[in-house]
C-alpha cells in the first residue's frame, strides 16, 4: 500500500533552514507528481510546492527563493528545502502524492489523494 512517511521537522529561529523529508513506498515513485502542503492551526491547507516527474516545479508566492522541492528517484524520497524562515511559516508539514499518474501537476489540493502523517516547523522570532 500506498506509504508516505514526513520527518525533518522541529523549533527553530526565524532565518534558520530546515530540511523536511518523506520517504515514499508502496508505488512507482518515478511516475507520479508529488507536493509539498502546509497547514497551521484554524488556517485552510496550503500547497506550498509541486514537482512534477520531469522535475518541473511550482511554489507558492509566499516561499519563492526560500524553499527548494527535490525528490530523489533512487532514494523514492521528496525533499523540502526551508531556508530563511519566518514565523508565518510555521505549520504542520505534509507530502502528498496525486491521485493518478500523468496530467499536469497543480498545486491544487483535490488532486492529490494520498497523504503522510506531517511534521510540525514551528519557526519563533
Known amino acids: 500500500q500506498v506509504r508516505l512517511v514526513e520527518s525533518g521537522g522541529g523549533s527553530v529561529q526565524a532565518g534558520d533552514s530546515l530540511r523536511l523529508s518523506c520517504e515514499t513506498s508502496?508505488?512507482?515513485?518515478?511516475?507520479?507528481?508529488m507536493a509539498w502542503f502546509r497547514q497551521a492551526p484554524g488556517q485552510e491547507r496550503e500547497a506550498v510546492a509541486t514537482?512534477?516527474?520531469?522535475?518541473?516545479?511550482t511554489y507558492a508566492d509566499s516561499v519563492e527563493d526560500r524553499f527548494t522541492i527535490s525528490r530523489d528517484m533512487s532514494r523514492t524520497t521528496l525533499y523540502l528545502q526551508l531556508n530563511s524562515l519566518k514565523p508565518e511559516d510555521s505549520a504542520k508539514y505534509y507530502c502528498?502524492?496525486?491521485?493518478?499518474?500523468?496530467?499536469?501537476?497543480?498545486?491544487?489540493?483535490?488532486?492529490?489523494?494520498?497523504w503522510g502523517q506531517g511534521t510540525q516547523v514551528t519557526v519563533s522570532s
Open positions: 508502496g508505488y512507482n515513485f518515478r511516475i507520479y507528481c
Open positions: 502528498a502524492r496525486k491521485f493518478a499518474a500523468g496530467g499536469p501537476c497543480a498545486p491544487r489540493q483535490e488532486i492529490f489523494g494520498f
Open positions: 514537482i512534477n516527474i520531469d522535475g518541473t516545479t
